[in-house]
């Protein structure tokens, strides 16, 4: 089967890696007649690189690995819906690149409608299985918050706090997940999954940024230092603005806000979690 990547990053690459290594024929950066097209850039990107290819793309299934949201505050599937028709499955989970890659015993969830078991089908092998979802909402805001999330976890083990306080914490964000997720429809099973649990508990470079936050450095220093900015970052921003426009209560949105954008004191931010 030809497969289209969007995105060579480095999850793109790992990604064209793998299903090239299970007998597929990948194009990375052009669509070149694909069966599917996988979208692997980064998730203010997705819409833009699949517009480069509006005239190429007919009936294809659509798979977005990106993690996040398109912008303003809007979830990806809202914004493709705007102009695209063709089926768009999500596709996330636990799966570091550089295992992937390697071929470690993996597993993702792949969320959408009609279509989805022969996409399993196709992709799925012995080292990485496939788990189906109809639950498109709830995977996806698990994804687009994963990035956030994981900065306030890594706040918390960078300031030095407990087992307990980990804990604690860690549990709340997924609570806090769960609650967002449900206001829009999702499935509470859902947050209990590989999208949700099984891929906050992975170390990031937004939970680094976090580590990094939680010792004292500042949002500047960091990006300076290590020359990136994490895409929590840029996700932390639309998903306030998106909790706001929806009235939806988010009081870990807002004090992890406060801690990265408006230097707000880690200590009094932990006293507001309840």
Do not use: W
């Not at 480069?52 to 599937?77: M, N, P, V």
């Not at 636990?94 to 992709?123: D, F, H, N, R, Y």
């Not at 909402?137 to 087992?163: D, H, P, R």
């Not at 549990?171 to 891929?199: H, N, P, R, V, Y």
């Amino acid at each position: 089967m030809k497969i289209a990547i969007l995105g060579g990053g480095i999850y793109g690459s790992a990604m064209a890696s793998y299903l090239s290594g299970i007998g597929h024929n990948v194009s990375v950066d052009t669509i070149d007649g694909g069966d599917m097209i996988f979208v692997c850039a980064s998730s203010n990107m997705v819409l833009p690189s699949l517009l480069k290819f509006e005239k190429e793309i007919t009936d294809q299934k659509i798979i977005i690995c990106s993690k996040g949201f398109a912008g303003d505050g809007r979830l990806i599937s809202e914004a493709l819906k705007e102009k695209f028709i063709n089926e768009v499955f999500f596709l996330y989970g636990p799966t570091l690149a550089e295992e992937l890659g390697k071929g470690s015993p993996s597993c993702m969830v792949l969320a959408g409608g009609e279509g989805k078991e022969e996409i399993k089908k196709q992709i799925e092998s012995e080292n990485l299985r496939i788990d189906l979802s109809d639950d498109v909402v709830g995977v996806e805001i698990s994804a687009a918050l994963k990035n956030v999330m994981t900065i306030l976890i890594g706040i918390v083990e960078g300031a030095g706090y407990g087992q307990n306080t980990k804990a604690y914490v860690f549990t709340k964000t997924i609570q806090e997940t769960k609650d967002i997720g449900l206001a829009l429809g999702g499935k509470i099973e859902t947050f209990l999954g590989l999208s949700c649990i099984g891929d906050f508990s992975l170390p990031s470079r937004n939970r680094f940024l976090g580590i990094e936050l939680g010792k004292g450095y500042k949002l500047e220093e960091i990006v300076r230092e290590t020359n990136y900015t994490p895409a929590g970052v840029y996700a932390l921003k639309d998903a306030k603005k998106m909790v706001e426009k929806l009235g939806i209560d988010a009081p870990l949105i807002r004090v992890l806000y406060k801690i990265v954008f408006e230097n707000y004191s880690i200590k009094e931010a932990i006293k507001e979690i309840d």
